[in-house]
């Protein structure tokens, strides 16, 4: 969840044990983007109770080199007097990108042929609302996400071919090109990453289709 570009995480806990149970602690476990808990605290919940939770997180916690995988997950604990549990806990990746990803025309154009076409992917949509087929909207769309217009054109098949720009949380840097409408699908829209994290495109591509549409 983000709410006024912080990053949060919500939950709601229920006691369903028979006992009261205490001394409960959430933790995000180290994991490559650095998340966790800005604060700490320990919670207790009665008997037939729950409760629900909304806590800050930051991206100063520790790290793990394991790349992530698709679709995103972030494994949490939970502590309490009870016993301890471990949860997969999914989180749309788009929820990791940083206001800080507007690059220049000349900054894009030099990464992209920094980046080999080895590492790039595509992914086709086959429809999309086509209030969200201008390259006006889809930059409006994206702005709000975190993806940000670095220049449009048209091609020889009256296609818009639009560019974007992105930065992940840990200063990973995606380039977009969004083709409007798809070669395969006239309704639709193509959608290409480069990134130098070969593994991580998929996931950005993932949020990118996603956001196009989900959105109202």
């Keep these: 969840d983000v709410y006024k570009r912080q990053v949060s995480t919500q939950s709601t806990w229920g006691n369903k044990s028979g006992q009261f149970v205490d001394n409960i602690e959430i933790i995000i ?21 729950s409760q629900e939770l909304k806590l ?23 502590k309490s007097s009870l016993d301890l549990y471990v949860f997969n806990v999914p989180c ?10 507007q690059l220049s025309k000349d900054e894009f154009r030099r990464i992209w042929k920094e980046i080999p076409d080895s590492n790039e992917l595509m992914f086709d949509m086959p ?18 996400n975190n993806i940000y217009y ?40 193509s959608i290409s990453c ?4 070969q593994t991580l495109i998929s996931l950005f591509l993932q949020s990118a289709s996603f956001i196009l549409s989900n959105s109202q």
Excluded: D, W
Aim: with cysteine; aromatic share 10%; charged share 15%.
């Design 29 to 49: 476990r180290p994991n490559y983007f650095c998340l966790a808990l800005e604060q700490g605290g320990k919670y207790t919940i009665q008997n037939g109770a």
């Design 56 to 78: 800050p997180v930051s991206t100063q916690g520790p790290f793990n080199q394991q790349t992530p995988s698709t679709p995103l997950m972030f494994s949490v604990t939970l």
């Design 92 to 101: 749309m990746f788009h929820v990791l990108l940083s206001e800080e990803g």
């Design 127 to 144: 429809s999309i609302k086509p209030e969200f087929r201008s390259v006006e909207q889809i930059q409006q769309l994206y702005a709000r």
């Design 150 to 189: 670095i220049a449009s054109r048209k091609n020889s098949a009256n296609q818009n071919i639009i560019y974007f720009s992105s930065k992940a949380s840990n200063g990973t840097v995606f380039l977009i090109e969004v083709s409007v409408p798809s070669m395969k699908y006239p309704e639709g829209c």
């Design 194 to 197: 480069k990134c130098l994290t």
